[in-house]
RNA sequence: GGCGCGUUCGUCUAGUGGCCUAGGACACCGCCCUCUCAAGGCGGAGAUCACGGGUUCGACUCCCGUACGCGCUACCA
């Protein structure tokens, strides 16, 4: 196996990690880990308007929950200014770039012109021959030049890339980009050579929008004496629309997804078919990934971001962990919506379990079996995390009832004595778990003569405000006989309130 | 405007000249299971492979052109 390989991820932290930057670090790493090779964090911080620490932060916080762990960095090209002067130095002596006094302002007025003229808007090269004499003038009226590439006017480069295949690019049509800022600070395309020769990067994977920067790149490979990377350009990820996914699009930072309760690795896999694939398979364990995937099956076309097949993905994996990882994960979501609190103030032990009056909430009232049990029940009623809040709010407040519940299951005749057999049969004495508790409600409809789904929905509605809901035995258990019964009390008298 | 890249079911894709009357997954529809909702099982619908020319006995697969989309064309990355 070819190895020391090396790979690196650099982002400019200019904001939160987006799911198309995501995905860009997740090929570089699995590219890495599939060879054995290295990976490295490597910031572009080169943009001084943009780039903040809370980006960096946010990135590499991003990075870690994502399980993309780096071999070396982060790296950041502000520490580097040292290594891009000399170079450019050294480019400077050697005829290959010269400096530029011209003004921001008038190549901006220079471009409108040549766009108004229908013309390639390119740098005039009016700094390339300037004398001695006229540079010495504009350093005395104490301007700060750039330094621009010369860039050959005639031949061609050939970018072989891995994905893309042979492009061919026409040195005609480059002009004399800016290698170096009047500030003193270094553009992309020249940080991004120097660092990738310093760092000895052998495989330069990144998204399509760079293609076109290559062949400037490869030109400063060759002028700068430096041995060339091989290339190889992902597909861009797309908004339904088709444009380049954005906010605009949605939640497009992979913290909201994290927040939003969506797993590491669905997201991982989910990111990994975009734009690659391995047959039929749409399933993988993170080895999986790593064992199979390639650059050479790396797809040209672009893909449309579908947030539903990650959520159904997302399903998959929740329902794939045990109840004790999902019980353990559901608990933040519940606190952060304030169903519990959350330091936990545990009640006297004779107390725990007891169903408060009023709903409001200043204990612990369940313990770690409780969660377990709500874990287990819910585990294949959700497919994101924080979906616990919706699903399981009724437990921790006082019920609200959906008038359209009211409407349809609670205001049919014969409900209010359903209710009131139901409250009789769960007062009897039995060991109050769901097995027993479905035994008697069964028992009960058959008693009465009624289908069990016609005693089983007001009762639902009764104890939980709704139509839908987690098993009922199952919630009832949960819930307790104390909370449960007083709950199908405040039905009948919310029922008979409506009457009068 | 110039240059570049791309184009298979709504979406992600399989497919590298005959196995394709185009396969899988999500979404959608139906049935089964069932205390609701899910999950699960089974089945259905959905793509004249962007369009037009070639090459070939034969093209989704190779070549050319057109259309459309996207990207680059910054002292952003």
């Known amino acids: 196996m070819a190895n020391n390989i090396r790979v690196r991820f650099a982002p400019s932290p200019t904001g939160y990690l987006h799911i198309g930057g995501a995905r860009t670090a997740l090929f570089n790493w699995l590219y890495a880990r599939h060879h054995g090779g290295v990976f490295i964090l490597r910031i572009e911080d080169t943009d001084r308007e943009r780039s903040t620490e809370e980006a960096i932060d946010a990135i590499i916080e991003a990075m870690s929950w994502l399980g993309l762990s780096w071999d070396e960095g982060p790296y950041r090209q502000m520490d580097r200014l040292g290594r891009y002067h000399k170079e450019a130095q050294r480019l400077l ?37 300037l004398t001695e004499k006229e540079r010495l003038a504009c350093e005395a009226q104490g301007k700060k030049p750039a330094i621009r590439f010369n860039c050959p006017d005639e031949g061609i480069t050939v970018v072989d890339d891995i994905v893309k295949g042979r492009v061919v690019f026409e040195n005609a049509n480059l002009d004399d980009f800016v290698m170096v800022r009047a500030d003193g600070i270094p553009t992309y395309n020249f940080a991004v050579v120097v ?9 330069v994977i990144r998204g399509d929008d760079h293609l076109s920067n290559t062949p400037r790149q490869i030109l400063l490979y060759q002028a700068l004496g430096y041995s060339i990377p091989e290339f190889a350009h992902l597909p861009m990820i797309l908004g339904p629309d088709k444009t380049r996914l954005s906010k605009r699009h949605g939640a497009t930072a992979v913290e909201a997804y994290r927040d939003e309760g969506y797993l590491p690795h669905a997201l991982v896999n989910y ?13 993988f364990s993170i080895d999986e990934l790593i064992q199979k995937f390639s650059l050479e ?20 994996y929740i329902r794939e962990l045990s109840v004790d990882e999902l019980a353990k994960l559901i608990k933040p979501y519940l606190i952060k919506a304030g169903l ?29 079996a409780w969660y377990r049990r709500l874990a287990e029940i819910t585990q294949e009623r959700i497919s994101k995390l924080s979906d616990i809040i ?18 349809r299951v609670l205001k049919k005749e014969g409900v209010p004595e359903i209710l009131q057999k139901a409250i009789e049969v769960l007062s009897e004495s039995f060991d109050f778990n769901s097995r027993e508790i479905e035994a008697r409600l069964r028992k009960l409809a058959e008693d009465l003569g009624f289908k069990p789904k016609l005693v089983f929905q007001p009762i639902r509605v009764a104890v939980t405000g709704r139509t839908v809901s987690p098993p009922l035995f199952e919630t009832i258990e949960l819930l307790g006989r104390d909370a449960t019964l007083e709950r199908l009390g405040e039905a009948i008298h919310l029922l008979e309130m409506a009457d009068g």
């Open 93 to 129: 002596v050697e005829g290959k770039a010269y400096k530029c006094y011209c003004t921001p302002e008038e190549l901006e007025e220079r471009r409108k012109l040549a766009l108004e003229r229908r013309e390639a808007p390119k740098y005039d090269r009016r700094c390339l021959t």
């Open 195 to 203: 660092d990738d020769h310093d760092m000895a990067i052998t495989h």
């Open 271 to 283: 990111l990994a078919l975009l734009g690659w694939g391995y047959g039929d398979q749409t399933l």
């Open 297 to 316: 099956a790396v797809g040209k076309s672009p893909a449309v971001f579908d947030p539903i097949k990650l959520e159904w993905m997302n399903g998959v």
């Open 340 to 368: 519990i609190p959350e330091t936990p103030m545990y009640m006297p032990e004779d107390e725990k379990g007891m169903y408060m009056v009023g709903g409001d909430l200043a204990f612990e009232r369940y313990d770690d």
């Open 390 to 407: 919706a699903l399981s709010d009724f437990f921790f407040h006082r019920v609200v009832y959906e008038t359209e519940a009211i409407q």
